[in-house]
């Protein structure tokens, strides 16, 4: 069925330290693919985004490109801040109207 | 501010019990659609609303159930609790059937004791 696979955490770094966490998803039709954030006592929000093969999604210094070919969406940031740590989720959304999400995988970084 | 509202924040209650989860999505969106977070499992769906139609299932046992109403406000019913359900439940909502951004509510943390 349709899945999401995250690297597991928790990942700690230390400030303008490059971040990477890996996602990979099931190759069940041309999927939606995104990237959300959850912030201590919220609820998600979205990062990025990409709808088809190629696409690169970026917001606030992250970024991430759908890669059809090894099926990933990677999630990758040059210099993370203090006020990254949280926990990132990795989705993907089909024609079969399920949004699915990874685990999560949650981020700590060190000043 | 999701412009996602869900009641109650905070819930506690034994196990045999049922609850209510509530959720009013933001103004102008159609879909409804709910998860459970925990510790150990992430975040699994449960179930998609749209317009007040059942378009998708997920992982939701047959103790949960959930509606739509015409107001396009969402309820999750939770019954025959057990200490395993304890979880932050979110509702989150879009404004179509298959579209890309979902908009959360901060969650209801339910407990059971």
């Known amino acids: 069925g349709d899945s999401v696979t995250q690297m597991e955490g928790p990942v700690t770094l230390s400030e303008e330290a490059f971040l990477t966490i890996n996602c990979t998803y099931t190759?069940?039709?041309?999927?939606?693919l995104f990237w959300y954030v959850q912030y201590p006592g919220e609820g998600l929000q979205l990062l990025l985004k990409a709808t088809k093969a190629d696409d690169k999604g970026s917001n606030k210094g992250f970024e991430a490109t759908y890669r059809k070919e090894t099926t990933s969406f990677h999630l990758e940031k040059g210099s993370v801040q203090v006020s990254d740590s949280a926990v990132y989720f990795c989705?993907?959304?089909?024609?079969?109207?399920?949004?699915?999400f990874g685990t999560g995988t949650r981020l700590k970084v060190l000043a | 501010d999701s412009g996602v509202t869900q009641t109650p924040k905070h819930l506690i209650t034994a196990t045999g019990q049922r609850v209510t989860l509530r959720c009013s999505p933001r103004?102008?969106?159609?879909?409804v659609y709910w998860y459970q977070q925990s510790l150990d499992q992430g975040l699994q769906f449960l179930i998609h609303y749209y317009n007040g139609e059942e378009r998708a299932k997920g992982n939701i046992l047959e103790r949960f159930s959930a509606q739509q109403f015409p107001d396009l406000h969402s309820e999750l019913n939770l019954s025959s609790l057990e200490l395993g359900d304890s979880a932050l439940y979110f509702c989150?909502?879009?404004?179509?059937?298959?579209?890309?951004?979902?908009?959360f509510g901060e969650g209801s943390r339910l407990t059971v004791l």
């Open positions: 989705a993907r959304l089909s024609g079969t109207y399920k949004y699915i």
């Open positions: 989150a909502s879009s404004v179509g059937v298959n579209t890309g951004e979902l908009f």
């Open positions: 190759a069940t039709g041309y999927p939606s």
């Open positions: 103004s102008g969106d159609l879909s």
